[in-house]
Nanobody, 122 residues
Framework: VQLQASGGGLAQPGGSLRLSCEVS????????IAWFRQVPGKEREAVSC????????DYADSVKGRFTMSRDNTKKMVYLQMNSLKPEDTAVYYC????????????????WGRGTLVTVSS
């Protein structure tokens, strides 16, 4: 299983970016898929997670109402639409997949992709 995030870049405060995650294999429709972010020197933070066991999407409080996660099973893609960006959203963003089909987000992630850098600055 391989995941590759893309779409990062520079955005102004209040601006938008859409991150994409290409997922290899046939897991995108069955495994939980999540977005994380990490600032150098700080702990990794869970941003959102799409659980296929109950078809729910959980968001970190810090991004609720601003970020939207979606998935396209036929294209094996997962997306993170980020609106109303803030400087504190600056981080390397990673997509990750869970441990098994039907697993829950809280069971943790087993597969990680390379990150994509998002910088929010004027």
């Amino acid at each position: 299983v391989q995941l590759q995030a893309s779409g990062g870049g520079l955005a102004q405060p209040g601006g938008s970016l859409r991150l994409s995650c290409e997922v290899s294999g046939n897991i995108v429709a069955y495994y939980p898929i999540a977005w994380f972010r990490q600032v150098p020197g700080k702990e990794r933070e869970a941003v959102s997670c799409f659980s296929m066991s109950d078809y729910t999407i959980d968001y970190a409080d810090s991004v609720k109402g601003r970020f939207t996660m979606s998935r396209d099973n036929t294209k094996k893609m997962v997306y993170l639409q980020m609106n109303s960006l803030k400087p504190e959203d600056t981080a390397v963003y990673y997509c990750a997949a869970g441990t098994a089909a039907g697993a829950k987000c809280r069971d943790g992630m087993a597969y990680w992709g390379r990150g994509t850098l998002v910088t929010v600055s004027s």
